[in-house]
């Protein structure tokens, strides 16, 4: 049995297209080796790579389809997005085309066509993809408000950079609302518009904006989000959620709490708290269950506890 002439180095770790191996140097009669797979047409895939991550999934079939981009649920999760978009994990990938092509029909493909503005497609990773502003308006259709809202803050959301190495948000309230003005007519811009309006800038994570949602649709007074807040001379804390008037104070506490040392600051941060006369809700995942009623219960009874009373 002839033994196949090893694959260029870059073409052994990843899908590769049948154009990218012939500009390597690799002849057509040694794409026709079975150590390669062809999950769909022109695309090559080694024996040795077992299960392939989404990127290099997805470049080789973005290079096969011309004029093409990664978008949707592909683009939702290549972005990383939080909030919870209904079939973001199928195995198919999404691409979107001008509405002056053809859809794209490929095996493990769902095709979209639609119109771009310039600045709607960039790359990422080598390949091209809807951009953020984009990608989050064309899942708009399928998710509901409050995570379509979700997802609006983790765009506007001001980094730090000691610790994410950039300084600007992914998108400002001004890109959000022009990228509805361009595609007023598109599925799902009613939710997204009314997702916009809710949406703020200062939320860190996906459950702090449920947790921010839940207590509005509540009907309880309207909480200030990661601002600094000054408990005492010198101390000054910046809680998730903070009632200054009543000098209520609410953090949402995820799985990094339980670690030891954060243990610590949490047991200090409520000292603060404490000392200033401010009561400190904490909320994990557990009260965010059923809508968050439990969560809704704990502030307002320690709202209640400071003189609030609803109108």
Same mark, same amino acid.
Request: proline residues 8%; hydrophobic residues 35%; glycine residues 6%.
């Given at each position: ?56 999934? $997805? ?54 066509? %639609? ?22 308006? /064309? ?48 599925? %799902? ?45 010198? $101390? ?11 000098? $209520? ?41 059923? /809508? ?6 704990? $502030? ?12």
């Amino acid at each position: 049995m002839k033994i196949p002439r090893p694959l260029p180095e870059p073409l052994t770790s990843k899908p590769f297209t049948r154009q990218e191996a012939l500009d390597a140097g690799v002849t057509v009669g040694r794409l026709r080796y079975r150590d390669l797979d062809s999950p769909s047409r022109q695309i090559l895939v080694p024996h040795s790579i077992e299960g392939p991550g989404l990127t290099d999934r $997805v470049r080789p079939l973005t290079l096969v389809t011309p004029f093409s981009a990664a978008s949707h649920a592909t683009a939702f999760l290549l972005w990383e997005f939080p909030g919870f978009l209904p079939g973001s994990h199928e195995p198919a990938v999404h691409i979107s085309r001008p509405d002056t092509m053809g859809r794209p029909r490929r095996r493990g493909v769902v095709g979209h066509k %639609g119109q771009f503005f310039e600045d709607e497609i960039v790359v990422l990773d080598g390949m091209y993809i809807t951009s953020r502003a984009r990608t989050w308006l /064309d899942c708009a259709r399928k998710m509901d408000i409050n995570e379509i809202t979700v997802v609006a803050d983790h765009l506007l959301r001001i980094p730090r950079p000691k610790f994410e190495g950039r300084s600007s948000p992914y998108c400002t309230m001004d890109e959000l609302e022009e990228m509805l003005d361009r595609h007023w007519g598109t599925p %799902g811009i009613r939710k997204a518009r009314l997702a916009l309006e809710q949406a703020c800038v200062g939320a860190d994570s996906a459950p702090e904006t449920r947790l921010r949602l839940a207590l509005k649709w509540a009907g309880l007074p309207t909480a200030e989000v990661n601002v600094p807040t000054e408990l005492s001379a010198g $101390v000054v804390r910046q809680p998730d959620l903070a009632y200054r008037e009543q000098r $209520v104070a609410v953090e949402y506490e995820g799985v990094g709490h339980s670690d030891p040392e954060q243990v610590v600051r949490d047991i200090a941060r409520e000292e603060d708290f404490t000392r200033a006369g401010w009561i400190l809700v904490r909320i994990s995942k557990r009260h965010m269950t059923n /809508d968050a009623r439990s969560a809704v219960a704990k $502030v307002r009874r320690a709202l209640e506890a400071c003189g609030w009373s609803p109108k």
